[in-house]
Each structure stands twice: as structure tokens, then as C-alpha cells.
């Protein structure tokens, strides 16, 4: 910091919250009383996450006029309780200039019930499930923040993520602002989860440490928006690129940390370590092999799983459901499924529906009934010949002498949706999906039929990661009866089927989804890293063909970094173009 | 233009084309098809519309390097077609600046078998259905194209929409354009209907003729692309603001002009108008009455009319589907569906089928049958007695002596929606869905049941526009029985039920529902329109807490400024948040 007598550091209370899209009452009560809480702990300043008035990501909410007002009355309240503790939190600002879009995003400083300060986002991102630039002009002036003797550089989120060369920006916020000689860096980020994207986060903050010589607070948000899942993690760093502070994954935590205490190099009259490379994010695995043991890494599949957990409880508190309903098959994706919802929710509010059909093995419903004995949650068997002998009967002026195929194997599945979304009616519960990535991927799989729900929860787990996870749960709670693990997959919609009979092998199909979804290769590519040219092909046609299924989907927790839904946007293209 | 002595004018051929996304044959051979046409009447330039190598809007393909080479290779094909005609044709570059996004959407200009220049759009719509800025970087550099004694002020779509001061836009691209002295101005676009939208385009085309004093050749696509339909009317301006050419709406079409005719302004000895200020589009209603109006006016909806058929036509054939499928139930929603669904595909094409409940009236029958011996399509009764009857006593150990309420009307809905499903998937047959946008609005239809289908027909018109697009298609054909037009809405799922007992009369809704879906005013707003405050909140609570059904709707062929779907992106908030 710039040589300053009077400095003699302040406190900082890192607030690492979980807003709710467009619950100005509950968020501006939570960042109050965190204030108050940072008050009773001597902090000069809380630090709050990005947009943690309003909830990220708003959408098009921030289209209207009348929610922005909302978001300013809300920052109004926020203000007046800044007597004593300052408060840095996200908002959104207006553009003054009538040329752009009519929003900032901004980092406001709230200090002596006044707005001191508003920092405008530079580099909005917009890709994946990211639409800054639809909503926000980017900010165009760079300035530092005085406060308390510090001088500020504040920024928001992804105005970090260009150390210097990385190709994705055209402007460095960074070393714009650091033309004004600012002493303490200052981030507020909403940077959603994805599995192993924390070791990329932790580079990038302090890589603009080692870059900066300077220390660096970082304080993002935590907690599931419908698919989108923030994963807390909040750091600081001091100014010789040491961790500071390193504050909860999938919850709610707070910290405080003395800004006396960041500046060990100075402290030891050590220069600054100045710029430095970092290591960049390590290059995806192309090889089958490599890619199934990335896909099933026992360190990701720990952190999916709690990301899957946080998923399913915020939906259902944001939401205002108590109970969830999950067909349970005997299968090991309905497993999973409900054993994390028993997990998430209690297992006396998971209610498991066993529906039977004339395909059905017998092991089946054995294994489901096991299931839910050892998770200890409801569960309820209703066969479906009846239906389907009455829909069947129903069909046949019209079916003819037809022979059994795809309408008779989907109208069990959709016998099975309508059952469960009746009782889930009647009784006030939530579907939730089983769906695996896998199958999503290649349409295996019945529009209203399994295809229901109103939360995916495995949906962006490739199989390989569902018998992994299920693995993972198996080694803390022993709830998963081995047989559901060794079974090979069936749909059982016909007698004897196998998932084999329509999909390759998992451990050959996965690897090749993999390089297709998350690696964007074409064709020729995904064969030159060893697969078949052949199955190649048909496999991309099959996930290009089904883009009309996945389009009803519902949300699925996003965990890679890739899911389905809001962050692949695909044209709904012929069937026969690959 | 500036004066030149050898300039002796140009045949300009404009060719509205209808590509295909992701079909670089069909659309490549259709281009080099169209330039041979060019060169048979003597042509010098063909102009086709924007991105019509790849078709618009390709989304998440444009991430795809694959993709990218098939539109190089496309560019490379079409380039050595441009030996006698040059060709001015819409595909992705790529940015060889390593910073910013990838890609270039841009204006190639080919010719002699050469890439002649290669022009970027600098507006990049990043509202409503598009995502421009996701893929692209916008033009930081403006040069006048040289071509055959011309120069021309060569753009993108939306580049010409900035018309000094409209407030959306940060960058003129033709005012940085006028600073080189152009003579002539071509606009490649890719723009989509909506209602009332066309005069707004050539009030844009002709604003820019009448502020710059230029003659401009504007080429627009045509055809739907799943959603969006893009409904042509390519234009071409004289100096003096005079209409020289206006092509077709809603077919493909192409027109040959001379640039020597397209300066009556110069040839007279008359100065250009000079800068000159245009009316923008009229304010959107804001009264009941009006409201109820502007949604019904007469114009609108024949323009809708064709927007529909064009949508339900091109679906099917750039999808490979042959025949249609549709619930007819009696109601007005299906008799709509069904005729339009008749004439873009032909009677013999759309199958309807009647389903029949416990709880439907007689004359529900008798009406959907009179409609479809008028229609002169194929129907079949499929009573859904029987497998109701069965799902409930299936039910009844769950159910117990719950009282009849929605699980049970939901019930029967999903009955429907399963013997639509199994008939389709029996014969091959699409599932045109029948909801209409007061519906969809309010959460007043069954997930799985009467809102499944494949397209929706009606989606983006509220039934007011629904009645009187009714009437629109009774005055050509007369093939809606008037049964159908004079009942009370019901959706026959208990006894005399109607949906004036849900949701309140749609004369009174549907002026709600524009100002927040289409004016995205606030509640106070509303109310002070002319609306029930109580009413106007209750209305927004039901539009806000279903949110979570239209996310798993089918696509929507949008008509309106505001279609629910890809253009408008809410969060699934919690059901209690107004």
C-alpha cells in the first residue's frame, strides 16, 4: 500500500450469502442483520456478493422497470443501516447515458446512510448460462474506491478473469485500474459451480495477487437458482499470494479478516512479487480412457454430489414445496435420485412410487422396496397393467393388428408419468426427474413419460458419474442395495430389454458425448482421439435428433461445464442432419 | 453517387431466400441455383440475405469449429459460382484478433471466383430471441465496398436501425460508413415477423434513404426456423425515398433492379433530402379497449394467418414430418389449430382426434365432427372412459376418499395427452399443440396432458386474437361451425365447468396480460392503465407462479413482440413472489 501514516488497517466481514431471485424483503433483511452481526464484531466494512439485492441470475426480470425500483428501494433500506459498518453489495444501477442497455452491473459502497461509491462491471459475461450483455452495458471508466485509507480496486466477478492475455477479453478492468495506484482488491462475485471450476477460481484470484502485489478479498455467492448452483468459497489472499481466509463450499459462512494483516511483503520490506503467470485451467482429457476417469474422479463426484444436494434443498425452499415424489424402478438412476432427496429433504418427505409392469422383473420392485427400506422413506407399489390394458383397449380400433413397438414401450412411461404427477396433485408433492445425461443426451428416453418432472437432478451426469456417485453414497451410508448397482441398465418396456439393445456401452458411449458436449468437436476429431468413425457419427445424430426432447426438459442442475438446458442453445434442427 | 464518367449503372438481383439452419447442401445449391437465375437475366450482383449460408439463427452451432469449416466450405463452393454474377452473400467469420469472441457475422462480397471483401456487423441484437453477442464481435472498422463503379455502404440487419439517436444503440455504423463517400447502400438481413413489425422495417429502409441520400437495396430472409419466422418483404429504395421493388411476404421471392434507375434525385440535378427525421413506431396501446383492438385489428391478424401457415409448413418440411395430429375438442383453440394446420399441410395430413370424457358435453362431439367434415381431414373418437376409469381404481389405495379436485382433471387430461402421444408414435405423426397465450399466461392448462405437442400453434395469441383469427379464417373459408365461435370456453374436465370460473373473462385479462408480458409495466402501472388493482395482482401472481410449466413447453411460433420461449427468460421464482 502506498506508504500512508495514518493507515492502520480495517476490518472486513466477508457476508458469503444466498439470495433469492426477486425476494427484496428476505435478501435486504439477510444483508442487514449480516451488518448488524458485522457491527457486533468491530468490521468496518461487509462485503456482499454480486446482484445479492435482487438474486443472480435475475433474467429478464431486470427488463422491468418496476423490479429495478425494487432493487433501489431495497439498497434505500441497506443504506440506512450503514451508520457504523459500510456495506459493499450488488445491484444494479441505471445507465445514465440514454445510448446502451439501461442497466450497470455495479458494486455499490453504503457508508454513513450514503452511496459513496458505484463500480460498474466491465466484462460481462455471455456464454454458457450467462446473458450479461443482454441486460448490462459494460462499464467504460475505471476509478479506485477511497475508503478508510485504502484505496479500492472493486470490481465485479468475471472483471478478474483476464489475467492479462486470455483471449476470451478485449479490456483488462484490472490493469486499467491499476493506473490509479489502488493499496486492496476488492471482488463480488455470483461464479456458479462446476466440478474442479473451484481450483480454476482459486488461480485466477490469486493470480491476480501474484500479478498486483496486492491482496485480494473475494467474497462470492452461495446457494442453487433453479439449475444454477453458486458455490461459496469466498476468499482472501494476502499480498504475498498467502490464503488469508478460505470461508464454506454449498453454504451459507461469514469471516473477518484484518486488512493489518495483508501485506506480509511489505511488512518484511519485500518488494511486491510482481507479475507472475499462473498456471491456466488444465486442458480437458481427450482420450476415452482419461475422459472416464475425469468423468468418475472421486473428488468431483464428492463435490457433485454436494452441489446436487444444495440443488434439490433450494428448490424446494425457494420454492415453497415441502415434498418430493421420484419413480423408483429398481434401477440405478431412481436410486441415486431418491437417496439423494432423502438426504436433502428427510426421507419422511420423499415419497417413492414402485409401478409395476407386465416387463417388469421381479427383482425389480424387490430391489426398490430394498431401497427404500434402508433410506427409511415412504414409498408406495401401483402395477399399471390395469391402464395399460384399458389404454391398449382403448387404442386398438385405431391401433389394428399393429405390432408391438415404440407407442406401446412410451405409453407404459407415460401411464407412469401421469400416475405420478396424479398423486404428486393430490397430495402437493414435486416430481423430481431421474433422467442420467446419457440418456438425455441420446432421446433414450419418454417425452411425459420418464421424461417428467419438474427438477432434474441427475441430468447432467453422464452414467459413468451416476455409478460413481452412487458409489460415493454407498461408501457414507451403505443405502444402496448392491443388486441396483450390478444390474445392466433396462428400461424394461418390453421383455428382456437392455439399454445395450439401443446404446452402446456406456464406457463407449460416454467419452464420445463427453468430446461432443463439453469439447465441441466435430466428427473426424472425436474419431481421431479413438473411437469409432462409425459410431461416431450415429451417436452425433442421435444427441442432434433429440435436441426436440430436450427442448420440454425441465431444469437440470448444472454441474459441469456443460449441461443441458439454458446453457446449450441449440436450433431444433432436421432429423437427418447430423 | 459521386461523379463518374464511366459509371453506367448495375444489375442488382435480390434473392430472398428460405435456408435451412445447419443444411449447407440444400442451401449452398439453392444460392449457386439462384445465381445461375442472376446471370440468365443479366445480373451483375446477386444479394442474398444475412447468414443465409448456415441459416439464421444457428445458435450454439456458431461454437461448433466443425460448423465454422462447413460454412467456409459452403463460402468456397459459392465463391467459384461468381465467375460471371458476384454475389454478396451472409456467413460467419472468423476474428483473427485473438482477443474478443471467435466469429464475425458478416457480408461476403464474392467475385471472379474471389473473396472480394468481407464486411462485419456492428449492431449485435442481444434482446428478445437473439443472443448476437454470445457468438459474435461486433465491427470496430467501416470501409465503402468498391464494386463496379459503385461504393457501397455494405451492412447487417440491424445496423441500419440506428438512426442517430435511437437510444438502444452506442454506434452509428452508417454514419462511420458516410464518412467514405458511398454511393449506394445493401443491407443483408435476417429479420423476423411480428405483427405490425413490417412498416416498421420500411419506415428503417426508407429513413436511412431520406438521412443519407442514398439508394438502398435491402435483402431480407424468409421462412420460420422452428419459432421465428422471418416473412421476407426485401425492399429496394430509390434516392428520393421512392419504392422501386417489394418483394413477397412469407414465400420466397426475387427481383431484378438497375442501379441507374435508383437516382431520380441526382438525374433530376436535385440535391439528395439530406438527414431528415422519421416516425418511429407508434406507441403501444395502453387502454382496455385499445388494447382489446391493436391485439384484434384485422390487418394483424391476416398477417399472423400467413405467419402460422408459414411456420407450420416449414417445420415439417425442414424437419422430414409428413403428418399432423391434433386433440380436437370442440373448442374454438382446436378448430383453429386444425383448419390452419389443414392448410398448410393439406386435409389429408392432420389427424384429429376427439377424446371424449365422462364430464364432455354432446355437442362437443357433434361440433369437433362438423368442423372436420368441413375441413375434409381424417378424425377418430377415442373416448377416454375406460383408462380413466382404470387410473382412478389404480389410484384408490393412494387416493383413498379424497374428494374430486385437480389431480383428477389432470388426470384426464394426461389420458389425452397419451393417446395423442401413442397415436403419433404408432403412425408418425406430430403433435400440433392447441394453447393459446391467455392460457399459457395464467398456468390454465395440464403439463403432460393438453400442453404437450410438438409446436404450438397458438402460443403467441391470446384468445382474444384466437376468436378473431376465427372469424379471419370463417370469412375465407367458412369452415368453423359457429357452435364453436358462440359456447363459453371450457376445458370439459369436471362438471359444467368453464374457465370464466378460473380465470376471468378474457376481455378483461387479456389487456393484463399485454402490458406485462408485451409493455413489462408493473403492477401499479397496470392498475393505473385502467385494470382492478386486486385483479391486476392476483392476475401477475398466476403468470409469475407458472413459470415453471412454460418452461417445459414446445416451441412457439412467434407472432407477437413478446412470445413466451427462447425470447423471454424469466427464473422459475418462488410461487408466493409476486
Tied chains: 1, 2.
Excluded at 462499464?139 to 485504502?150: D, E, K, L, N
Excluded at 459451480?193 to 491482496?215: E, W
Excluded at 479413438?530 to 448444472?558: H, S, W
Amino acid at each position: 500500500m502506498a506508504a500512508n501514516a495514518e493507515f492502520r488497517g480495517m476490518k472486513v466481514f466477508l457476508a458469503q450469502l444466498n439470495p433469492h431471485i426477486g425476494n427484496f424483503e428476505a435478501n435486504t433483511a439477510r444483508i442487514v442483520d449480516a451488518l448488524r452481526r458485522a457491527g457486533e464484531q468491530g468490521a468496518d466494512l461487509a462485503v456482499f456478493p454480486e446482484l445479492c439485492v435482487c438474486g443472480y441470475p435475475p433474467r429478464d426480470l431486470l427488463e422491468f422497470d418496476d423490479f429495478i425500483r425494487r432493487c433501489e428501494a431495497s439498497i434505500d433500506e441497506i443504506r440506512r443501516h450503514t451508520l457504523q459498518v459500510a456495506a459493499i453489495v450488488g445491484a444494479p444501477a441505471r445507465n445514465p447515458d440514454p445510448r446502451g442497455k439501461d442497466l450497470f452491473n455495479a458494486a455499490w459502497l453504503l457508508h454513513g446512510g450514503e452511496v459513496k461509491a458505484v463500480v460498474h462491471k466491465t466484462l460481462l459475461p455471455t456464454y454458457d448460462v450467462f446473458d450479461e450483455y443482454r441486460y448490462f452495458e459494460p462499464a467504460y471508466a475505471w476509478q479506485v474506491v477511497p475508503f478508510r485509507g485504502h484505496r479500492i480496486a472493486l470490481t465485479v466477478c468475471e472483471d478478474i478473469w483476464n489475467l492479462g492475455d486470455d483471449p476470451l477479453y478485449r479490456v483488462s478492468p484490472m490493469d486499467r485500474l491499476m493506473a490509479e495506484h489502488p493499496d486492496l482488491m476488492v471482488n463480488i462475485s455470483a461464479s456458479p459451480f462446476s466440478y474442479g471450476h473451484d481450483a480454476d477460481r482459486r488461480a485466477v484470484v490469486r493470480g491476480n495477487v501474484l500479478r498486483y502485489g496486492l491482496p485480494m478479498v473475494y467474497a462470492n455467492a452461495v446457494g442453487a437458482q433453479t439449475e444454477i448452483v453458486f458455490d461459496g468459497g469466498s476468499l482472501v489472499y494476502d499480498d504475498a499470494g498467502g490464503l488469508v481466509a478460505a470461508l464454506s463450499c454449498f453454504r451459507e459462512d461469514e469471516a473477518l479478516v484484518d486488512t493489518a494483516d495483508l501485506y506480509p511483503s511489505r511488512a518484511a520490506g519485500r518488494s511486491a512479487p510482481g507479475p507472475m503467470a499462473t498456471d491456466g485451467p488444465a486442458a480437458p482429457p481427450s482420450a476415452p480412457p482419461d475422459i472416464l476417469r475425469h468423468l468418475a474422479d472421486a473428488q468431483h463426484i464428492a463435490q457433485v454430489r454436494e452441489a446436487l444436494l444444495l440443488g434439490i434443498r433450494d428448490y424446494f425452499s425457494k420454492m415453497g414445496f415441502r415434498s418430493a415424489i421420484i419413480g423408483s424402478s429398481g434401477g440405478i438412476d431412481s436410486a441415486v435420485t431418491l437417496a439423494l432427496a432423502c438426504e436433502a429433504l428427510g426421507p419422511a418427505n420423499v415419497r417413492a412410487v414402485l409401478m409395476p409392469s407386465p416387463f417388469s422383473s421381479g427383482h425389480s420392485v424387490d430391489d426398490a422396496l430394498e431401497l427404500s427400506r434402508l433410506l427409511g422413506n415412504p414409498c408406495d407399489v401401483i402395477p399399471i397393467a390395469g391402464p395399460y390394458d384399458s389404454l391398449l383397449h382403448t387404442l386398438s380400433p385405431v391401433f389394428g393388428d399393429t405390432p408391438f413397438g415404440i407407442a406401446e414401450e412410451n405409453l407404459q412411461s407415460r401411464i407412469r408419468g401421469n400416475l405420478l404427477m396424479a398423486v404428486a396433485n393430490k397430495f402437493g408433492h414435486i416430481l423430481l426427474n431421474t433422467s442420467n445425461k446419457s440418456e438425455l443426451a441420446t432421446g433414450y428416453g419418454t417425452l411425459y413419460g420418464d421424461m417428467a418432472g419438474g427438477l432434474s437432478v441427475l441430468g447432467d451426469l453422464y452414467k459413468t458419474q451416476v455409478y460413481a456417485l452412487a458409489e460415493d453414497i454407498n461408501r457414507r451410508h451403505g443405502t444402496i442395495p448392491a443388486n441396483i448397482l450390478e444390474k445392466a441398465p433396462s428400461a424394461e418396456l418390453r421383455p428382456n430389454q437392455r439399454d445395450s439393445d439401443s446404446l452402446p456401452d456406456y464406457p463407449v458411449l460416454d467419452p464420445v458425448l463427453f468430446l461432443y458436449i463439453e469439447g465441441r468437436l466435430g466428427p473426424a476429431q472425436i474419431a481421431a482421439a479413438g473411437n469409432d468413425t462409425a459410431l461416431v457419427g450415429r451417436i452425433l445424430r442421435m444427441v442432434n435428433a433429440n435436441e426436440y426432447k430436450r427442448n420440454q426438459f425441465c431444469p437440470i442442475i448444472r454441474v459441469s461445464g456443460k449441461a443441458f438446458g439454458v446453457g446449450r442453445r441449440m436450433p431444433i434442427v432436421a432429423r437427418h442432419l447430423s
